[in-house]
């Protein structure tokens, strides 16, 4: 059988919508009947996922794969760069995590790492009737382009005829789409077979002339004007997505104020995004002590450098607002490194992470960490332990998550732990009940565990609880949303052209 026709989305910069126009288009393509699968050679982020097998990619490249109704496996993103400084980051391949390295050393891998990327390539051809290919940044970044292994490279490797998404609500998109078909080589301008034109608000009508002149100029048509979506309906891909904003505001008496703290290494910070899509609750990122005030509960997310952003707290100050919040009872909940950060002690004899041998904690869990390899990746089925407290009204639920860390935690016999998994406890309650920590990852995104933590948090504040909390519509409810937006946004008639597949499917 002939390999699956691939499409590729590329933008004109990062940030411009490639993953959810990548992620409606999957979902578009399955519902026409056509078996998808999302493909993005190397990623670079601190989202990550787990798949079944245990192995480790990106958070957006698992959500795509939700979107086409397929499981999300590590050929679908076969390379993951996770910073850890501005120089370095650490390399997982085929899922499996591997050393820190510089752009240096990663550009002396390249050979082997094109191996990779057309061996995944190739098998997900193989298994599906069409892969979406997801670029990175913008292909006219021409002093990375004979180095790059994401873009056009990808794009000749998969034979692939490219869509350029360029956003609109950040202006200039005329000429970010212009400027960077110019940039290309005659062969790689021959690829791009349309133009989408992302968040713009108001009459599409009023491009008109715009979009005309830009194809008289290039030839190449516009598929669609994609409207601004104010509903996150696809996953942060990276920290670049978040503001530390709303520092300076107060929430009112009323509204569920969560501040999550803005971490220089953030990860998995899509945790909360379930929490902002409740009526009544307002998600804040934030920096500075003082947006701690007004908040009813405080996250410290997970981390990629859980020591060195524990010493940024302490620089700030957050560190200190964070005791002072815990012994006012303001709810505090630490998930993975953040949970490592409200123990005791962290320790760190192998260099597993940093130099730094022994750090102290903020000491408001009875908790230890060890750094050690293997890294832990896996899936996991827990039930909620914690009778009281945080989510005391979820006990005994059983919900599904997954673990990301190289560290191994202890705590005293006595700690009410968190949750039960593997037949054993994971993570830990103080005796308050109101400081939580946990390595399990999208806890929050269980409609159950999400509407006993609000209605904790509300009630120890002093505000109402919503009746809609926790009765979020389901994942495959927000992709068909998602799709139909998108969908009646773009010419899927020509963009299937394209392929070479019917749509719908015959």
């Known amino acids: 059988m002939a390999p699956a026709p691939c499409l590729m989305v590329q933008g004109t910069g990062s940030g411009v919508g490639k993953t959810l126009i990548t992620a409606a288009l999957c979902r578009l393509f399955a519902r026409a009947g056509h078996r998808v699968a999302p493909f993005k050679s190397q990623n670079m982020a601190l989202n990550s996922a787990v798949t079944a097998d245990g192995g480790e990619i ?22 993951l760069l996770k910073p850890e400084s501005d120089t370095r980051a650490q390399l997982v391949v085929h899922g499996v995590a591997g ?15 094109l191996t990779v990327i057309e061996q995944s390539l190739a098998r997900l051809r193989a298994e599906h009737d069409l892969v979406l290919v997801e670029g990175a940044g913008s292909p006219a970044e021409i002093n990375l382009a004979p180095t790059e292994i994401v873009n056009m490279r990808v794009a000749r490797l998969a034979e692939a005829r490219v869509l350029l998404v360029g956003d609109i609500d950040r202006g200039g998109v005329f000429a970010a789409l212009l400027g960077t078909l110019a940039l290309l080589d005659a062969d790689d301008q021959a690829r791009v077979a349309g133009f989408i034109v992302n968040k713009f608000r108001g009459d599409p009508s009023l491009l008109t002339p715009g979009l005309e002149i830009l194809t008289a100029r290039t030839g190449v048509p516009v598929l669609g004007v994609v409207p601004h979506l104010a509903e996150r309906l696809v996953p942060a ?6 503001a530390a904003d709303g520092d300076d505001t107060i929430a009112d008496a009323t509204t569920l104020a969560v501040a999550v703290l803005k971490l220089p290494h953030v990860a998995n910070f899509d945790d909360v995004e379930p929490l902002a899509a409740e009526p009544g ?12 005030v007004d908040a009813d509960v405080i996250v410290v997310p997970g ?20 005791v002072e919040a815990a012994r006012a009872g303001r709810p505090i909940i630490g998930l993975c490194g953040g949970y490592q950060m409200l123990g005791v002690a962290i320790h760190d004899r192998d260099g597993v992470e940093s130099a730094v041998v022994e750090t102290a904690g903020l000491a408001l869990l009875p908790a230890v960490t060890t750094f050690a390899w293997p890294k832990r990746t896996v899936r996991v089925r827990a039930r909620v332990s914690a009778h009281h407290g945080l989510f005391g009204g979820a006990a005994g639920a059983e919900f599904d998550a997954y673990e990301i860390h190289a560290g191994r935690t202890e705590v005293p016999a006595g700690v009410q732990p968190f949750a039960l998994a593997g037949g054993s406890g994971e993570g830990a309650v103080d005796a308050t009940g109101r400081v939580v920590g946990t390595y399990l990852h999208g806890l929050l995104a269980d409609d159950r565990l999400r509407r006993a933590f609000l209605t904790a948090v509300a009630q120890a504040a002093g505000k109402p609880v919503h009746a809609a909390w926790g009765q979020h519509s389901s994942a495959g409810t927000r992709y068909d949303r998602l799709a139909d937006v998108v969908g009646a946004a773009l010419d899927m008639g020509a963009i299937a052209k394209l392929v070479g597949l019917p749509y719908p499917h015959a």
């Open 58 to 79: 990106g958070r957006a490249q698992a959500a795509q794969a939700e979107a086409a109704g397929v499981a999300p496996t590590v050929d679908m993103n076969p390379i």
């Open 99 to 113: 050393p820190s390295v510089t752009w240096r050393e990663y550009m002396e891998m390249k050979t082997a790492m």
């Open 237 to 242: 891909e990276d920290s670049l997505d978040l």
């Open 281 to 292: 609750v307002r998600v804040r990122f934030v920096t500075n002590p003082s947006a701690l």
């Open 303 to 322: 981390s990629k450098t859980t020591v060195a952003d524990l010493g940024w707290l302490r620089e700030r100050g957050l560190a200190r607002a964070l």
